[in-house]
């Protein structure tokens, strides 16, 4: 896909891949597959750990036996947290640079349309923000629910609305909000000097008659990209430090809790609790 799209537009230019079309539509599908795979596997890590492990934690009891160690409970959740968070930052940032780099060098077979400028906008901090988001949701519900499946659940469906709501609302990079993303087309002559596109098509005299070899593309860069991106960072960073104060405000109840009945650390009960409460 990529070298007949690539033959096509050094032949006839943009309308070259208009006219392959079928050509630039599987290149196109290709080049946004790892965009997608980065946003499920953002999804995945912050899922999995965040609510499940801490919620299973709790559930077992590995969680209150820590606390009865010389773990405390805000150490414990600092832990939970800051393992994964690192393993989010490194590898969406990581990701998120190689394609860039993917995007500054072949961009220029996309088609115009609502794909590049929802790629364009998608990849940045606000990439490595979202996630971390989510984790924070999860653990929050996993302090709330204590159980593992439930868990999952609710917090697949916080982190589900935090995706749509991105993908629909301003500042987020909503598909049909983000503004129209310029492109700029040009075609060498056998001098090798630099001429705009004079709209041939495929017509070989008309490229001849302009003394045309091959013709060049790229997608101008927008003045809307880093307001956004600061913008929608900002607030993703704030809800984040949000629903972690949350998170270590349930589990300080819970500790509390705990404290406060003998034989069941952090409040959950157990076969000691029942112990106690049927004395």
């Avoid at 990849?123 to 519900?141: D, M, R, S």
């Avoid at 705009?196 to 003045?223: M, N, T």
Wanted: glycine letters at 12%.
């Amino acid at each position: 896909g990529a070298d007949v799209a690539q033959r096509a537009l050094d032949t006839y230019g943009y309308s070259g891949l208009i006219m392959a079309r079928g050509s630039a539509d599987e290149y196109s599908s290709w080049f946004y597959y790892p965009d997608t795979l980065l946003t499920l596997g953002s999804f995945a890590i912050a899922l999995f750990a965040g609510g499940p492990l801490i919620a299973r934690e709790l559930e077992s009891g590995t969680a209150q036996l820590a606390w009865t160690q010389s773990v405390s409970p805000a150490r414990w959740l600092a832990a939970k947290l800051a393992v994964p968070a690192a393993f989010i930052v490194l590898g969406t940032c990581l990701l998120s640079a190689v394609y860039r780099q993917l995007w500054s060098a072949h961009s220029n077979l996309l088609i115009a349309g609502i794909g590049p400028r929802s790629l364009y906008f998608s990849l940045g901090p606000a990439t490595v923000a979202a996630p971390l988001l989510g984790l924070a949701l999860g653990v929050l519900v996993g302090l709330a629910v204590r159980r593992t499946l439930p868990a999952l659940a609710f917090g697949g469906f916080a982190y589900f609305l935090v995706y749509a709501f991105r993908g629909n609302h301003w500042p987020f990079q909503g598909r049909y909000q983000q503004p129209e993303l310029h492109s700029r087309s040009w075609a060498i002559t056998s001098g090798g000097a630099k001429i705009q596109d004079p709209g041939c098509y495929d017509d070989k005299a008309c490229i001849a008659q302009h003394d045309i070899v091959r013709f060049s593309r790229e997608y101008l860069p927008s003045s809307d990209y880093w307001p956004r991106q600061l913008l929608e960072t900002g607030v993703l960073l704030a809800l984040t430090a949000l629903a972690v104060a949350l998170a270590f405000g349930v589990l300080r109840r819970r500790a509390a809790g705990g404290a406060r009945r003998p034989g069941c650390p952090g409040g959950s009960p157990g076969p000691c609790c029942g112990c106690t409460a049927r004395r």
